[in-house]
């Protein structure tokens, strides 16, 4: 099973992933990783992604996990998302992949990015985020985890939700995956803040 773990920037993605994968004992790599420099650059001037920019993006992730998935391996991965189509693009064709969606108010993830300190994605990009947002549908079959628990509690209830059990090993650096380019695709979480 590969779980992609989404949500806007600043809802705890790459929190609830990590610790996700650390508890099911399986590999995490977070869709910041597979960024171009290019868009990093983009984001950190302030300026929104377009799909332009985007579809590279998500094409190098579905490659990660077409990769996990041929190996017979189960990972989670963190990337935002935000539209139908971009969740077409990483779930589309792969049976073995699962959506969890991660939800935030506006007011609680502003709070969050203005807080975190040294990601290239500023508070204000925030309203972009949320213009683009568009909810999973039924048809999606996403686990959807109640707002406002600490990130124990949302990984323990993604587990339940998606029938699984807690590995016996921790995450560490066994289960290091690396983007294409050989980077590290599973760095932690800028701020650790869900």
Known sequence: MIVLVAGVSGSGKTTVGAMLAGR???PFADGD???SA??????????????????????????W?????AAGQ???????ALRRAYRDVLLGG??????????????????????RHGHFFPAKLLDSQFAALEMPQDSERAVVPAAG????????????ALGLTA?????????????????????????GTP
């Open 24 to 26: 099911l004992g399986w």
């Open 33 to 35: 990783s597979f960024h």
């Open 38 to 63: 290019a868009n990093v650059a983009k984001m950190r001037a302030g300026l929104p992604l377009t799909d332009q920019d985007r579809w590279p993006w998500l094409a190098a992730i579905a490659a």
């Open 65 to 69: 996990m077409d990769q996990r998935i």
């Open 74 to 80: 189960s990972a989670v991965v963190a990337c935002s």
């Open 94 to 115: 792969r049976p073995a992949a699962r959506l969890v969606f991660l939800q935030v108010s506006h007011d609680q993830d502003e709070d969050r990015l203005t807080a």
């Open 149 to 160: 628990g600490s990130p124990a509690d949302v990984v323990a209830d993604i587990i339940a």
């Open 167 to 191: 590995g016996p090993r921790p995450y560490g650096k066994e289960a290091t995956m690396t983007a294409a380019d050989g980077t590290a695709a599973n760095g932690p979480a800028a701020d």
